[in-house]
């Protein structure tokens, strides 16, 4: 089993982030577009605020997964998980479990509790892996949780 470390996203992170976007949707041009956009808090989702990070996971100098995340005033909420993705040979490995707990205690710190998902419904793996993680229907296709800290005790 590899050796996976956590960090704060750098700016070079960001071809890596788009790679592992691209795999499952959309291209490279339109992921590094969309990731250093948000990032750098030139692109917003809707009702988006400024305050945002990232965080990857890594296997020595590979990127193998991230997590995004906002403060936002959509759907009463005051945070929003952007993104989550692992690249495929990646998963089962417990790391989206550690980046979502990652964004939960960046959540924390900003004192931000009520924190929204935008889920496919038809999506059957993330909206069991938020469910096991605490969070709870919102509508059709937004999940929510509470209190993101439930995240941090599991």
Known sequence: MPAIQYRKIVS???PALAAI???NWGDLDYWQHRISGYINGELHPQQALMQRDIFVATDGDKIVGFIAGHLTKRLG???ELEWLDVAEDYRRMGIASELLKLLADWFVQQNCFRICVDVDPKNMKAQNFYRKHGAE???EHWLFWKDISVV???
Do not use: M, P, Q, V
């Open 21 to 23: 976007r691209s795999a």
């Open 137 to 139: 229907n919102l509508n």
């Open 77 to 79: 909420c005051e945070g």
């Open 12 to 14: 070079t992170d960001i």
């Open 152 to 154: 941090l005790n599991n």
